[in-house]
């Protein structure tokens, strides 16, 4: 007999499907196991994942006010079921990519046989710039001929399901309705920063790209900015070793237990089938969080590891008593700019000079280069999001988009990019906007700090508990606008971003 469906019971049920898949992610990015098996968890799921479901909760959706919490509570749970409900249809379609990157192996011309997995790690290691260029080259026929028709699929059926539920008619007013995001406005604040950091870029790279690689900026390619980035001049000041104790040192100044009382689960060492890009994978929040890191070497890491664990305590500390949909839906901008406040770290002067082993001397350089990497990212992402805003606007035929692609990513930084990454470097549901949103709360996050604890927060006992309490224990409730003005009544932009650059680049 059909148990008949509830909201209650679309939570209860709910939150098991996410525990599972969340699971099946993890072991299958981590190398745990060679693939994931979504389909069979769906399937199990299957009868809260119907039209039932969806009129429910839609019907729900478009009754409650706006501007309240039953309202928000809505459109949370609207945004879960579309994203399970997708996740149900695609699931085939992530298995099969999940198995071709734990198996994938690029060939070199020079007979070196380099698995998918590590190739970010192989071209920005690389010091022979013949060699890493080879090695993307190679990595884009492989992924031209392979990855990228899986992925325009996946894209086509996607923008195909979302745009026909109802809920808005295109995709991109749906991911709005959703999200609570304003796209065009979004879009308009990327374009006016990429303007008003033109002059900044074009005076910075030269020098830098000639400096660290012999190469100009004509010659740039996306390899050549993998290598840079990299910056293994400065390795000795990051040893690996160094890294977890200096980290959870730090935490435990700040009053923050670095492992929420065992709720989060560091795995950080080389495993075959680990995916290079490291990622958090809260599995049931907040009782077991993984932090999830391949080790590429030097100060790379120690960014990656303090912004890996920004996510961890965030889904570490959310409290348990909130509703489903607070504690596993939300804006991801939320955890993206927790996840940078802590991964700017390494861009503060008080805290490297504490943790890490850089000299006096070789302090403001080291800034200059994070500054140049984090100029770069800012330009890059804000690029990202007004090409997908075509891809996933309709308006630019599918072949068309990888010169598209191209254009405005190189357009933008400085480095030639593949077009068979143009369906590749898209992450999903619109991610980018988190990310650039995540910069503009970021500031206000680290601004406010600053007026609370002073300049060196980082250490301040009293620091963590607030971060905790005031932040973390939120989930994500809130959308980032609102959270800014809720600790500090200022609104989003990118004009603090930019000002920190220039004050790093001084």
Not at 93 to 110: C, F, G, L
Not at 342 to 357: E, M
Not at 457 to 468: E, L, M, Q, S, T
Request: proline share 4%; hydrophobic share 40%.
């Amino acid at each position: 007999m059909a148990h008949l469906i509830t909201l209650e019971r679309l939570r209860g049920e709910g939150e098991t499907l996410m525990q599972e898949v969340s699971r099946e992610y993890y072991e299958a990015h981590a190398g745990l196991k060679p693939t994931a098996d979504l389909q069979r968890i769906y399937e199990r799921h299957a009868d809260i994942l119907g039209d039932e479901a969806m009129a429910l909760v839609l019907e729900d959706f478009r009754r409650q006010a706006h501007d309240t919490d039953a309202h928000r509570s809505a459109r949370l749970l609207l945004d879960w079921l579309v994203e399970s409900q997708t996740g149900r249809l695609l699931a085939e379609h992530d298995e099969r990519e999940i198995a071709w990157e734990s198996t994938a192996v690029v060939h070199v011309p020079d007979g070196r046989q380099v698995p998918y997995q590590r190739t970010a790690i192989e071209i920005a290691n690389a010091p022979n710039r013949v060699e890493r260029i080879a090695l993307d080259d190679a990595r884009a026929r492989l992924v031209e001929r392979e990855l990228a028709p899986m992925r325009q699929e996946r894209l086509e059926r996607e923008h195909a399901y979302v745009g026909g539920l109802g809920i808005a008619g295109t995709y991109n007013a749906t991911f709005e309705a959703l999200s609570g995001v304003d796209l065009a406005g979004l879009a308009a604040d990327c374009e006016r920063c990429l303007r008003d950091t033109q002059d900044m870029w074009d005076d910075v790279l030269p020098p830098a790209l000639h400096s660290a690689l012999g190469v100009g900026v004509r010659d740039a390619t996306r390899a050549d900015a993998l290598a840079l980035f990299r910056a293994p001049q400065f390795d000795g000041a990051f040893p690996a070793a160094d890294l977890e104790p200096a980290v959870r040192r730090q935490m435990h100044e700040m009053g923050m237990d670095p492992v929420a009382a065992g709720r989060v689960r560091y795995d950080t060492g080389e495993r075959a089938g680990k995916r290079a890009r490291a990622f958090c994978a809260p599995v049931r929040i907040p009782d077991e969080v993984y932090l999830v890191m391949r080790p590429h070497g030097g100060q790379t890491d120690w960014q990656t590891f303090l912004h890996e664990l920004g996510h961890a305590l965030h889904f570490g500390y959310t409290r348990a008593d909130y509703p489903f949909e607070y504690r596993w839906m939300g804006d991801n901008s939320v955890t993206e700019a927790y996840a940078m406040l802590f991964d700017h770290l390494v861009q503060t002067r008080g805290w490297l000079r504490q943790y890490t082993g850089l000299s006096r001397a070789d302090l403001p350089k080291y800034l200059r280069a994070a500054a140049l990497e984090e100029l770069q990212f800012v330009r890059r992402y804000c690029a990202k999001l007004l090409y997908e805003v075509q891809l996933h606007g309709g308006s630019v035929s599918w072949d068309a988009l990888p010169a598209l692609y191209v254009e405005t990513l190189s357009t933008a930084t400085n480095f030639r990019y593949q077009p068979a990454d143009a369906f590749v470097d898209v992450d999903s549901r619109y991610y980018a906007v988190r990310y650039l949103r995540a910069w503009q709360l970021g500031a206000v996050l680290a601004a406010t700090l600053v007026d609370l604890f002073n300049e060196d927060w980082f250490r301040n006992p009293r620091a963590g508990p607030w971060i905790v309490g005031t932040l973390f224990a939120e989930g994500q409730r809130e959308l980032a606008h609102e959270l800014a003005a809720r600790v500090s009544g200022r609104a989003l932009s990118f004009t603090p971003v930019i000002r920190k650059i220039e004050g790093l680049l001084e």
